[in-house]
């Protein structure tokens, strides 16, 4: 099992920036792709971006490809995003998956934390 735990979240202006990070323990030798996804008010679970743990290979959705960077500190089994030039449409409660033990999915899911950006 893994498990994932977030933060960092929180209310930015728009146009601000953000780090939110995600934890991971447990069995975390296995884990072979982190990913962050985010989901807003009444709408469906959105990719945001994914990166392999090691090496990092890293691919982006189209929305937050430029303003977002992923990372990971391997020692610390963390990974993080950071979000620049905050829009509104960014507010959603960010969640970390990860995918383990060589399957092909993300079966491992954090509670999320929100952002929220004003205008």
């Known amino acids: 099992q893994v498990q994932l735990v977030e933060s960092g979240g929180g209310l930015v202006q728009a146009g601000g920036s953000l780090i939110v990070s995600c934890a991971a323990s447990g069995r975390t030798p296995e884990i072979t792709v982190m990913a962050w996804f985010r989901q807003a008010p009444g709408k469906e679970r959105e990719f945001v971006t994914t990166t392999t743990w090691n090496p990092q290979r890293t691919t982006y959705a189209d929305s937050v490809k430029g303003r977002s960077t992923i990372s990971v500190d391997n020692a610390k089994r963390m990974v993080f995003l950071q979000m620049n030039s905050l829009k509104p449409e960014d507010t959603a409660v960010y969640l970390c998956?990860?995918?383990?033990?060589?399957?092909?999915?993300?079966?491992?899911w954090g509670q999320g934390t929100q952002v929220t950006v004003s205008t």
């Open positions: 998956a990860a995918k383990a033990g060589g399957r092909p999915t993300f079966d491992y």
